[in-house]
């Protein structure tokens, strides 16, 4: 039954439910006149007459569910409402509507089930309404089961979770076109992903994908052409003089300007601070600092904020009751000085006092000297792996900065390994005589020896190491190389055959004065055709260079082009685009236009990363092994063998006896040298303790091979004659090449760039570029016809070749954790 007529069934038997309901209500409300005198049947009556009016309300709503497409729901309340009106005669009317509405709200909860692929549950939804006490021969009901059990209208395997998945897939399928549509590919491009870890077999998610990577291709293509322009545009923009910057020098660098705000070092303060006098007489230690420190403060103009002025001194002299605080401060200072520096005076107070002091970047700490322990005691300490690595890194060794000192005997980029004790000693930690430092690199286990004081510092170190979180670096180097030729070309040749002026010359049948062109059939403007009956060409524009004469190759690129093709650059003339001829006076005159608009491009594009630790280097090559010859044994020229001659059949003479074959040994390569070809990076990166920049060595280099340029010359004899050849054989045969002779020599290009810079954490720079153009230009005409106005342009050849090169190498650095993220996204 179709789902309008269902509907307009069940409408039809709520009016009539809700017609019986009254009747039904007033019949199990009168008391029956044998019950009167019984409280029980007046309950009974009650209870059924409430039930009744309870079923009739789940009915309602059991069609508001039904109406609203809540199968679920209808199903509830229908059944609710058949289990509260008893199989009596009285309420059978009202029974079957609550029946038939079931069957009619459990079909469509069965066909939900179906749709949603859980068959099995649909089959047991079905089959509740099939039960004997229900409506065991309902025809849609059974219609609904048939359909459950037709293998072709159900699929079998169909689950529930497989429905689920497909919805699933369905939103994940538009989010994934939204996140396109957005212009956020790499996000939809993760959707799709999300798609085939559901369904490994989706199409509709390869599809996507491939349009995502379409997307990105054309964004690739559109950011190419946009490199290519810019680069291009700063070869053109190299060509602009820049202008001198004005004479005027910043207020920072004279007397009386701003100074900068960094922070001065105390012991250059205390160099710089002049005392004018200095009068102790009988003070101690304590009296004496607080006279420095108040003279500090009026003499500091370092500073710009006055809370910064002065300098602090710190008296650490040890406990107040022990020996070395209790005769320092009893010692009495006795001082006169002049115009006497501030460091100057505190060393002759702790001189007196058998202090030293020590400037820190906040204070000065006076200590008793010798209060350090002298003995030495032996530690270990657990450290990271890459201690000596991280600790050395940027540390500023003297020889590494230092162009005139000595080899130290490291390789390439990668420095010669501190041991255990340099790299403490670079972090201020002293090594008087027998205290030692050694690293276990298998338990990464730091054993030391050495005094109290020095352990302490040690502590500090690697309490410091180890609170730092490990740091992998990532480089990108991009190397871009960007090449555009153009030729640009517009010339005439003209061809003027002989023509008369008039009148006849004193020789019979000559013209008086005859008008021509100039050379007589130069070979240059041998592509010229000639209109029929004509045999010269006599060119008026025979001087206008054109084509092959007019730009000059670069003489490597003559030669590789000379050996790759068999011959050098061509000397012809660009091609022909127009060509005219006209008869004046019965003299051929001839035009051909000739013109040229090439533009060819070469781009190269070199991409080598690499990861390493920081402080390590790292090393990516992406080469092959070119092997060519370096040596050559000569070519061997044996004397003529295999003689002979020619006979005279008639008369048995023998003529040119030393006729015969002459074989040739060429030059044989005997050496060879390998060559690598191809990419090659050294990075050392040294990540900074905050993680936010790194100091990179950089050396990336392109090789490429160019080809060969051939060093020998052909080797030439007399042709063998034949036996035909009886005139030419005592006057010898022509001259022919018996070996080429190829002494082959390979040329090769490099590019590279080697820094030593600092960079901030996925920032990108730009290094090693260069940027070359080269111009030639050629503007040649026919003397006087070439310059008459208008006219005069069919008489000139004008040629354009611009060459622009940029190279540029683009560095991006980036810090991770071990695990890949960022350290900036953390």
């Known amino acids: 039954m179709p789902i309008n007529d269902r509907l307009t069934s069940n409408f039809v038997s709520r009016a009539r439910l809700l017609a019986l309901a009254p009747a039904t209500c007033l019949l199990l409300s009168q008391p029956l006149p044998a019950q009167q005198a019984s409280n029980l049947a007046q309950a009974e009556l009650q209870r059924r007459a409430a039930n009744a009016a309870e079923a009739q309300e789940l009915l309602i709503k059991g069609d508001e569910a039904y109406e609203a497409g809540r199968w679920s729901d209808a199903v509830e309340a229908y059944t609710g409402a058949r289990e509260l009106l008893p199989d009596a005669p009285a309420t059978a009317a ?161 007397a009386g300007g701003s100074i900068t705000n960094s922070r001065m070092l105390i012991s250059n303060k205390m160099d710089r601070m002049i005392l004018p006098i200095v009068d102790f007489d009988e003070v101690n230690i304590q009296e004496a600092l607080d006279f420095l420190r108040a003279q500090s403060v009026d003499l500091d103009t370092f500073e710009v904020d006055p809370a910064q002025r002065g300098v602090n001194f710190v008296l650490d002299l040890g406990p107040s009751d022990s020996e070395p605080r209790q005769r320092t401060m009893a010692t009495k200072i006795n001082l006169q000085l002049r115009n006497v520096p501030l460091s100057q005076v505190l060393g002759y107070i702790c001189e007196i006092t058998r202090t030293v002091h020590v400037a820190h970047e906040y204070a000065v700490t006076i200590r008793p000297a010798g209060s350090d322990s002298s003995d030495m005691i032996t530690r270990s300490y657990r450290v990271p792996p890459d201690f000596l690595t991280s600790g050395s890194a940027g540390s500023g060794d003297d020889g590494a900065n230092d162009p005139f000192a000595a080899d130290d005997g490291s390789e390439g980029l990668l420095a010669r390994r501190l041991s255990a004790e340099e790299v403490l000693k670079q972090q201020g930690v002293s090594f008087p005589d027998g205290a030692t430092a050694n690293f276990n690199a298998g338990s990464s286990t730091l054993r030391i020896h050495n005094t109290s004081a020095n352990h302490a510092m040690v502590e500090q170190i690697v309490e410091a190491a180890a609170s730092t979180e490990p740091a992998m670096v990532l480089v990108e180097v991009k190397m871009l190389k960007t090449q555009k030729r153009v030729l640009e070309e517009l010339g005439f040749d003209w061809l003027l055959g002989g023509y008369s002026l008039g009148g006849e010359g004193l020789t019979p049948g000559t013209q008086a004065l005859t008008l021509t ?37 670069d003489s490597i690129d003559a030669l590789l082009l000379e050996y790759s093709t068999g011959f050098g650059a061509s000397t012809s003339r660009a091609p022909g685009v127009l060509w005219a001829n006209a008869v004046v006076n019965n003299s051929n005159l001839t035009m051909l236009m000739r ?142 090449v018996l070996t080429s002779n190829e002494i082959l020599m390979p040329v090769f290009s490099t590019m590279r760039t080697e820094t030593n810079l600092t960079i901030a954490d996925g920032a990108t720079l730009i290094i090693g570029g260069m940027l070359q153009e080269k111009i030639q230009k050629v503007e040649d005409k026919t003397p006087i016809l070439g310059d008459l106005p208008l006219i005069g342009r069919m008489f000139q050849s004008d040629v354009y070749s611009p060459v622009k090169t940029a190279i540029v190498f683009f560095v991006t650095v980036k810090v991770v954790d071990p695990t890949g993220r960022p350290f900036r996204d953390n």
């Not at 037709?150 to 996140?179: C, M, Q, S």
Request: charged share 25%; hydrophobic share 35%; aromatic share 6%.
């Open 94 to 254: 009202q029974r079957k509507a609550a029946t038939e509405r079931l069957v009619q709200a459990t079909v469509e909860r069965a066909r939900e089930q179906r749709r949603l692929g859980d068959v099995s549950g649909a089959g047991e939804t079905i089959d509740r309404v099939l039960d004997e006490s229900v409506a065991p021969d309902d025809g849609s009901a059974l219609a609904m089961r048939e359909q459950l059990d037709d293998p072709i209208r159900t699929n079998p395997a169909a689950t529930l979770d497989h429905t689920k998945d497909v919805e699933e897939v369905r939103n994940l399928l538009y989010r994934a076109e939204g996140f396109k549509d957005l212009g956020e590919y790499d996000q939809s491009f993760r959707t799709y992903e999300e798609v085939l870890r559901v369904d490994p077999t989706n199409k509709a998610a390869r599809r996507g994908m491939e349009v995502i990577e379409q997307l990105r291709a054309d964004y690739a293509r559109a950011a190419y052409d946009e490199a290519r322009a810019s680069m291009l545009a700063q070869v053109d923009e190299a060509w602009e003089l820049r202008v001198r910057p004005s004479a005027e020098v910043p207020a920072d660098l004279v």
């Open 517 to 553: 062109g100039g050379s007589d059939n130069p070979g240059n403007l041998a592509d010229i055709a000639l209109p029929s009956g004509e045999f010269f060409r006599r060119a008026i524009t025979t001087g206008n260079r054109s084509g092959g004469e007019a730009i000059a190759s």
């Open 595 to 736: 013109g040229l608009d090439q533009k060819t491009g070469v781009d190269l594009v070199v991409s080598p990363s690499t990861a390493t630790r920081s402080g390590q280097q790292s090393t990516i090559e992406v080469i092959r092994e070119f092997i060519y010859p370096t040596e050559y044994e000569p070519p061997e020229l044996p004397n003529t063998v295999g003689g002979g001659g020619l006979v005279d059949l008639d008369t048995g003479e023998v003529f040119n006896e030393d006729l015969g074959q002459t074989p040739i040994t060429p030059a044989t390569p005997t050496s060879f040298e390998t060559r690598e070809v191809g990419v090659i990076l050294d990075v050392l990166p040294t990540v900074s303790a905050d993680r936010h920049y790194i100091d990179i060595v950089l050396k990336p280099s392109v090789t490429d091979f160019d080809g060969f340029i051939n060093y020998g010359t052909p080797i030439l004899g007399d042709a063998p004659q034949s036996l035909g050849g009886f005139a030419t054989s005592f006057t010898g045969g022509s001259r022919v």
